[in-house]
């Protein structure tokens, strides 16, 4: 099953899809990984039921200090830095201390910003692709990678440990405007990549449709605007498939087909 990058513009609705399909996921009795790889995002956790771990992957591996001194320790030994930070491991051997499991579902947080001119989140990324590039699934099992806004993990190389890449859109020219760029991205760095309106009606969708088929962009799904979703998510309160329209599990079909 796939490893899959869901990225987008600031307010797009990514934690909202990724929060959606987990949930569909795990109905489907197929165990699912959320990986949070976006620094400032605070709400995810409890948007998919799961609450966080006791630690972030960067504080596990002995927070910003010691990740950078191995940062430097590989590039200065290899040059190119091919000196992984992990060993290849299954779902089933990742610390409980970093990934904090619900049933079928878990959770974990790459890292995050917590103070005031600490430094830039590069080497979060750094982890976060390397971890991803030696995890491996099986069948039944997929993993969904929340990203910051906009193109910075295509610039970190954090794509390269995925299968596939998603792209939410909603009803904004800034969105197909970044879906063309992120279209040439994603086929740059060998991905399939396909789009998923969000939060359209039937006026928004028929525009977005139009757009988006002069550019050649596939679209996976749909997902209404929902009055309900919008109004949990506003109390931050945990989403549910119910709350919507949109047939989730096709766009789960959809997404998969494409590997």
């Known amino acids: 099953m796939p490893k899959m990058v869901i990225c987008g513009r600031g307010g797009c609705g990514k934690s909202t899809l990724i929060t959606l399909m987990a949930q569909k996921i795990e109905e489907q009795g197929k165990k699912v990984l959320i990986v949070d790889s976006d620094e400032s995002n605070l709400g995810l956790s409890i948007m998919v039921g799961t609450g966080p771990a006791e630690k972030t ?3 596990y591996m002995g927070g910003r200090p010691v990740v950078g001194a191995k940062l430097r320790a590989r ?3 290899e040059g190119d830095e091919k000196v992984p930070l992990f060993q290849k491991s299954s779902l089933d051997e990742l610390s409980s201390e970093f990934v904090s499991w619900n049933g079928k579902k878990g959770f ?3 890292g995050k910003i917590e103070h005031s001119h600490e430094g830039c989140a ?6 976060a692709r ?6 491996t699934v099986n069948d039944n099992e997929w993993v969904l990678v929340d990203t910051e806004a906009g193109v910075e993990h295509f610039g970190r190389g954090i794509v390269g440990g995925v299968d596939s890449v998603v792209m939410v859109v909603d009803p904004s020219n800034d969105a197909v405007l970044l879906s063309e760029k992120i279209s040439g991205l994603s086929k740059e760095a060998g991905k399939p990549f396909g789009v998923i309106l969000n939060r359209v009606d039937d006026e928004t969708k028929t525009i977005l449709e139009d757009a988006l088929s002069k550019k050649n962009i596939p679209i996976l799904g749909v997902i209404p605007y929902s009055i309900t979703m919008a109004r949990e998510n506003l ?5 549910d498939n119910n709350m919507i329209e949109g047939d ?3 766009i789960l079909n959809k997404v998969e087909s494409q590997q």
């Open 108 to 110: 974990m947080q790459i």
């Open 75 to 77: 590039i200065k030994k």
């Open 57 to 59: 992957l960067m504080d």
């Open 130 to 135: 390397d971890f991803l590039t030696n995890l």
């Open 248 to 250: 989730v599990g096709e």
């Open 122 to 127: 590069c080497p979060m990324g750094a982890i």
């Open 235 to 239: 109390k931050g309160n945990r989403l």
